[in-house]
Structures are given as structure tokens and as C-alpha cells.
């Protein structure tokens, strides 16, 4: 199994900045695509940004310019750049991988850290 622990959410203020993390942890896999969704309303998730293993990234519109997403293929560990953040923004944000292990790809998901946008 591969767990993943998510850090750096919180309260900010409009125009304000936060980094999530997220760590993978695990034995015997290989990640192919790491990433961030968050809660939209009635229960969905919402794509904000992943990238792949070789680096390629993609972006909710909603995000553009404004998020960034990096990763650490060593530390197995997936960052979410927020800057400007806005209201709309606030929810539940969840990390996202999907791993291979013994040749079969599972996709993974975080328990989730809560931003708050809010003056």
C-alpha cells in the first residue's frame, strides 16, 4: 500500500500564499502521475493540477498563473504553490497518485488538508 500525508494547509488571507505537500510512502512502487484535487460542491473532486513523471504538468483553468505544481522524485513527494489565493478557493484539498506496485497502477488519495481563504 502507499500512504500519502498532506501538510501545509490553513487559514490565509485573499491575495495570500500557502504550500502543500504531499509525501508517499511505501515499499516496492513507482509513481506515474502525482497531483492536487479538491473538493467541489455535492461531493465531487475537482482536478487543480497534476504532473507526471517526466514532468509534465496541467492545470485547472481556475488556477492558472496563480498555482504551481512540483514534485520531488526522490523524496516521492508532490508540492502545490498557491499564491493569490481567493475565496472560491477554500476547501478540501486532496493529493493524488497514481503508483504502480508488482506491476499493477493504483490510484491513491490523501485524507485531505483544509484551506481557508477568508479575511
Known amino acids: 500500500q502507499v500512504q500519502l500525508v498532506e501538510t501545509g494547509g490553513g487559514l490565509v488571507q485573499p491575495g495570500g500564499s500557502l504550500r502543500l505537500s504531499c509525501a508517499a510512502s511505501g515499499s516496492s512502487f513507482s509513481i506515474n502521475t502525482m497531483g492536487w484535487y479538491r473538493q467541489a460542491p455535492w461531493n465531487r473532486r475537482e482536478l487543480v493540477a497534476t504532473?507526471?513523471?517526466?514532468?509534465?504538468?496541467n492545470y485547472a483553468d481556475s488556477v492558472k498563473g496563480r498555482f504551481t505544481i512540483s514534485r520531488d522524485n526522490i523524496k516521492n513527494t508532490v508540492y502545490l504553490q498557491m499564491n493569490n489565493l481567493k475565496p472560491e478557493d477554500t476547501t478540501v484539498y486532496y493529493c493524488?497518485?497514481?503508483?504502480?506496485?508488482?506491476?499493477?497502477?493504483?490510484?491513491?488519495w490523501g485524507q485531505g488538508t483544509q484551506v481557508t481563504v477568508s479575511s
Open positions: 493524488y497518485c497514481n503508483a504502480r506496485q508488482a506491476g499493477y497502477a493504483y490510484n491513491y
Open positions: 504532473v507526471t513523471s517526466d514532468g509534465a504538468t
